[in-house]
């Protein structure tokens, strides 16, 4: 199969676990597994047989890649054993490759029943997919690697005889925004003006001036939290009073009265 990418990126992506499994069409990757791990399906003409298995590829003296895989029915007992040889062939004058896959495998269960030519098409299919996507993932740009961290600033250091210069806050630093305390939030902008207590604290103030600890202490309560006197009632107690002297001015007259007829007599 022929792809588009120099050689040397490909053996860059063959010797990266990770970029294989990618390559392999429809790898469903199991957690925690090998790298190249985990369960495929293939198709088979009208047919679909899933397997669950692991490839590994490794590196020649000769420059050639060595495949080699087994894998397990999910349904069913069968069970396919691979050994394949992969080598890379520049082509197109080093702006492509071709890859050159030559091996045998072995398989029982499901796809012995199946047409041999079916099975052919289909393994064919499978590795000019992988040969493809391996060619993607070695085009693939490079992780990114993390900024390095800036040095630490070392404190400036002060002359002999003199005191240390305070650091500059560093930008963005939450210290460079200076917050007034909350006994300040009600002061006047202008710190020339007095700041005058509340009303009721001067009155409050001013009425326990000269008064002992004891009597502060139970002095009934003023101003709003004062108990409200009860209404006076002005009707029976108002005729009690004006009733006595009345008596009283009527008796006087009585008796003057008295006295003046008996002189008279």
């Known amino acids: 199969?022929?792809?588009?990418?120099?050689?040397?990126?490909?053996?860059?992506?063959?010797?990266?676990?990770?970029?294989?499994?990618?390559?392999?069409?429809g790898l469903q990757q199991d957690a925690g597994a090998e790298p190249v791990a985990g369960r495929l399906k293939v198709r088979v003409g009208s047919h679909s047989i899933t397997y669950r298995g692991s490839v590994r590829v490794l590196g020649k003296d000769d420059g050639s890649y060595a495949v080699e895989g087994d894998a397990v029915e999910t349904r069913g007992t069968g069970a396919v054993k691979l050994a394949?040889?992969?080598?890379?062939?520049?082509?197109?004058?080093?702006?492509?490759?071709?890859?050159?896959?030559?091996?045998?495998?072995?398989?029982?269960?499901?796809v012995t029943e199946l047409p041999q030519d079916a099975v052919a098409s289909a393994v064919a299919r499978l590795l000019s997919r992988f040969a493809e996507n391996l060619g993607a993932a070695a085009e693939e740009p490079e992780a990114a690697q993390e900024p390095e961290a800036a040095p630490e600033q070392e404190a400036p250091q002060a002359a002999p005889g003199q005191e240390a210069p305070e650091a500059a806050p560093?930008?963005?630093?939450?210290?460079?925004?200076?917050?007034?305390?909350?006994?300040?939030?009600?002061?006047?902008?202008?710190p020339a003006e007095p700041v005058e207590p509340p009303a009721e604290a001067a009155h409050a103030r001013r009425t326990m001036i000269g008064r002992s600890a004891e009597e502060?202490?139970?002095?009934?309560?003023?101003?709003?939290?004062?108990?409200?006197?009860?209404?006076?009632?002005?009707?029976?107690?108002?005729a009690l009073r004006w009733a006595a002297p009345a008596a009283a001015l009527v008796l006087a007259s009585a008796?003057?009265?008295?006295?003046?007829?008996?002189r008279r007599r």
């Open 255 to 262: 008796i003057v009265v008295g006295r003046a007829l008996r």
């Open 216 to 238: 502060v202490d139970h002095a009934p309560p003023r101003g709003r939290y004062a108990p409200v006197p009860a209404p006076h009632t002005a009707g029976a107690d108002s």
């Open 1 to 25: 199969m022929f792809v588009p990418v120099p050689v040397d990126r490909l053996r860059e992506a063959l010797a990266d676990p990770a970029r294989v499994a990618r390559a392999v069409p």
């Open 170 to 190: 560093e930008p963005g630093s939450v210290f460079e925004t200076e917050v007034p305390p909350p006994s300040l939030s009600h002061a006047s902008e202008n």
């Open 84 to 110: 394949l040889t992969l080598r890379l062939r520049d082509t197109d004058g080093g702006s492509g490759a071709t890859v050159i896959f030559d091996g045998t495998a072995s398989a029982d269960g499901r």
